[in-house]
C-alpha cells in the first residue's frame, strides 16, 4: 500500500484526500467504506479512484475496495481490474482469492487498515492534511 489510508466515501473525498497528499508530498491508500463493494461496485468506486487520479497524476496513490465477507465480490472487482480487494471471510476462501489475485498481478488485503473515515467529517482537507502529516511523526 501507498502511505497513510483514508476512507473515502465520494468523488469530494478522494479528491480532498489526494489534494492533502499532493501539500505533503506523500503517498497515500484511499479506501472504501467496509462492505462497500455490495452497494458502490467495483465500477463505480474504480471511476472515482480513476477521477481522482486524473486530477493529481504526481500523488502516489493505491486504492484498496472492501469486499466484505462476500467471495464472489472480490471476484467481481479482481476481474474488473481494480489491483487490492479487501476480503474478511474464512480464511480457507481468502487462500484461494489470494491465489487468482496474484495470477491477475493483483493483492488481496486481509488485515483490517488504520485508516481516517471521512464519512462524517466537516473539513476532509483539514483532517486529511493533519492524518497524513501524522506518518511523519
Request: one cysteine or more.
Amino acid at each position: 500500500m501507498a502511505g497513510r489510508a483514508i476512507i473515502v466515501h465520494s468523488l469530494d473525498h478522494a479528491l480532498a484526500a489526494l489534494a492533502a497528499a499532493a501539500e505533503l508530498g506523500a503517498p497515500v491508500t484511499l479506501l472504501s467504506p467496509p462492505g462497500a463493494a455490495a452497494y458502490m461496485g467495483a465500477g463505480y468506486f474504480q471511476a472515482l479512484i480513476d477521477e481522482a487520479r486524473a486530477e493529481y497524476l504526481r500523488v502516489p496513490v493505491a486504492s484498496v475496495l472492501d469486499c466484505g465477507e462476500e467471495p464472489g465480490l472480490a471476484l467481481a472487482a479482481l476481474r474488473q481490474g481494480l489491483k487490492a480487494v479487501r476480503f474478511s471471510g474464512p480464511a480457507q476462501v481468502a487462500d484461494k482469492i489470494a491465489r487468482i489475485a496474484g495470477q491477475m498481478g493483483a493483492e488481496l488485503v486481509r488485515e483490517e487498515l488504520p485508516a481516517l473515515d471521512l464519512l462524517d467529517v466537516s473539513e476532509p482537507r483539514a483532517a486529511c492534511l493533519e492524518w497524513l502529516e501524522g506518518e511523519s511523526s
